[in-house]
Structure formats: structure tokens, C-alpha cells
């Protein structure tokens, strides 16, 4: 079954004392395009985390939140302590003459350029981060999966029904073009003959025939309808592909072809009501183009 490129997923995981949480949501995007937050402190787990995403994601705007709660001071920054002590020294030597009486400001001391600098953990918390981290986001994506399984569902419902609508409308219009030749041999007899009447000449078959063989020649719109017929057959098994992934792309290439027999048709055809039902077919496909705009 086909996938939706939206969906949303979110899970949480807690490792001495730090509970880590992660929101996954996704749009639609003609690419794959992940946007990673993560705290400054966990930023080595960016490439990680992407390489998670890409292995379970192949299409969309996918956008990922890592949060930490209740995590110690001491986990999140360090403090260079000595440069601290170095620049609380120099401005003590400075005499009160130089208006520093007042008291100093802690905020804008630590803001300070190579004050205040996000904490790094050693090499086995590290380790131990990275794998709590990656089973929480493979969590979130399970859950994100299964609502783009389920929105893709409903997207396959949708698709089926507008391709059988068009299914119907291609027999109809295989049905009125069998009989186009016969009408139009007919009609123009009549007008012929009606012009003929005034000079008192005879209409000669072997002449119509020629003529209605040129339209019937000229009219034959077996080989786009067979094609038509053809594209919603292998668009059917690609919305029953076994992995449901990329196959978003596949079914937009299939409906430029679609759309392109349909105008053939519609430019071939001499039967107003050939021509009506062709509209209602482009009808049809631009729905479906719109709404595999949104399968992965």
C-alpha cells in the first residue's frame, strides 16, 4: 500500500535522570529534506539521527525535535572557571575611581565570549546517549509510519474510486467511437446528396467510401484508449506496491501519460459526447494529480 508524506510521531526515553523526548512530524516535499533541533550539547548525534531518518523516510519536509528534561546544570554546560577567575581578578585591580562600584552582572559575565560553553560528555556517556537517543527516534518513527500508513489508506480509497469513474467513461467512449464511422458516413450522404439534388448528379458510393475510410482513419482513437487502459492498470498495482515507498513519483509520471492519451482523444474525436466524457476524464486526472502531490 502506498504511504502519505504527512504524519506525526513522538516517544520519550529516560537515562540516569534525563528524560529525552522526540517529535517527528512530516510534509509533503518532492525531496527528502529533514530539519534537525537538537540541544547544543547533543549536537554529535545530528549525523546519527539523520541517517536513522533517511534509512525510514524517502520522501518529504521531515522536521526533528530533540528535547531533554530535568538534566543537572553540569550536564548541559561547563563553565571555564579559570578564565572566569582571571577576568573577576583584573576588574578588582581596577580602582573604584573608574566607577565600577556598582555590583557586577553574573548574566552578562557568563555571556561573555569562552565563558560559558555547552557541556561534553565523555566517550561512554556519549555511547550511552547515542543509543538511548537512536531507540526513542526509531519509537517516534514507528509512530509516524503508522499515521502515514493509515492517511495512505484512505489516499488509496480516493484514487481507486476516480480511476474506476475514468474506467467507465473509456468504455463509453469506446462504445460511441465503434459506431462514428457509420454516423459519419451518413450524415455525409445527406449533405451531399443534398447539394448534388440541385444539379441533378448522383452521388458515387465508391467516392463516400473513400471518404468515410479517410475519417475513420483520421478518427481512430483504438490505440489511446487501449493505452489509457493500460496506464490505470499499472497505476492500480503501483498503489498496491509491496513497500509502499517511492512510489509517489511513479504515480505522478503515470498521470502526465494519462493526461496526455486523454487529450489525444479529446482531439480526435468528431462525436460531441466523446467529448464530454473526455472532460470529465481530465477532470478525474487532475484530481488524482493533486492528490499524489501527497504520496511518498
Given at each position: 500500500m502506498i504511504n502519505s508524506m504527512t504524519g506525526y510521531g513522538n516517544a520519550e526515553g529516560r537515562l540516569s535522570g534525563v528524560t529525552y523526548v522526540v517529535e517527528i512530524s512530516a510534509v509533503n516535499n518532492r525531496y527528502f529534506k529533514p530539519t534537525l533541533r537538537l540541544p547544543e550539547t547533543l549536537g554529535f548525534l545530528e549525523s546519527d539521527v539523520e541517517k536513522e531518518l533517511r534509512r525510514e523516510v524517502s520522501r518529504g519536509t521531515v522536521n526533528y525535535m530533540l528535547r531533554q528534561k530535568g538534566a543537572p546544570a553540569e550536564a548541559l554546560f561547563d563553565i571555564n572557571e579559570k578564565a572566569l577567575a582571571t577576568l573577576l581578578k583584573r576588574l578588582g585591580k581596577i580602582s573604584p575611581s573608574g566607577g565600577l562600584e556598582r555590583e557586577l552582572d553574573l548574566g552578562g559575565l557568563l555571556a561573555l565570549p569562552g565563558?560559558?560553553?555547552?557541556?561534553?560528555?565523555?566517550?561512554?556517556?556519549?555511547?550511552?546517549?547515542?543509543?538511548?537517543?537512536?531507540?526513542?527516534?526509531?519509537?517516534a518513527l514507528k509512530g509516524l509510519k503508522a499515521m502515514r500508513a493509515a492517511e495512505g489508506a484512505a489516499?488509496?480509497?480516493?484514487?481507486?474510486?476516480?480511476?474506476?469513474?475514468?474506467?467507465?467513461?473509456?468504455?463509453?467512449?469506446?462504445?460511441?467511437?465503434?459506431?462514428g464511422p457509420q454516423q459519419y458516413a451518413?450524415?455525409?450522404?445527406?449533405?451531399?446528396?443534398?447539394?448534388?439534388?440541385?444539379?441533378?448528379?448522383?452521388?458515387?458510393?465508391?467516392?463516400?467510401?473513400?471518404?468515410v475510410?479517410?475519417?475513420?482513419?483520421?478518427?481512430?482513437?483504438?490505440?489511446?484508449?487501449?493505452?489509457?487502459?493500460?496506464?490505470?492498470?499499472?497505476?492500480?498495482?503501483?498503489?498496491?506496491?509491496?513497500?509502499?515507498?517511492?512510489?509517489?513519483?511513479?504515480?505522478?509520471?503515470?498521470?502526465?501519460?494519462?493526461?496526455?492519451?486523454?487529450?489525444?482523444?479529446g482531439s480526435k474525436a468528431g462525436d460531441s459526447g466523446v467529448v464530454h466524457l473526455v472532460v470529465d476524464i481530465k477532470c478525474r486526472i487532475d484530481r488524482i494529480k493533486e492528490q499524489v502531490q501527497n504520496v511518498e
Open positions: 565563558i560559558l560553553s555547552p557541556a561534553t560528555p565523555g566517550a561512554k556517556e556519549a555511547a550511552g546517549i547515542r543509543r538511548k537517543v537512536l531507540a526513542v527516534t526509531k519509537q489516499l488509496t480509497a480516493d484514487l481507486e474510486k476516480h480511476c474506476r469513474v475514468i474506467k467507465t467513461a473509456l468504455g463509453q467512449i469506446q462504445a460511441r467511437s465503434a459506431a451518413e450524415k455525409l450522404k445527406r449533405r451531399v446528396e443534398e447539394l448534388l439534388s440541385v444539379a441533378k448528379l448522383k452521388l458515387n458510393d465508391e467516392t463516400l467510401a473513400r471518404e475510410a479517410i475519417f475513420a482513419d483520421r478518427a481512430d482513437i483504438s490505440e489511446e484508449i487501449a493505452r489509457l487502459d493500460s496506464h490505470l492498470v499499472q497505476f492500480a498495482k503501483s498503489l498496491k506496491s509491496s513497500d509502499g515507498q517511492g512510489e509517489g513519483r511513479k504515480l505522478d509520471f503515470i498521470c502526465q501519460e494519462m493526461l496526455r492519451e486523454a487529450n489525444t482523444i
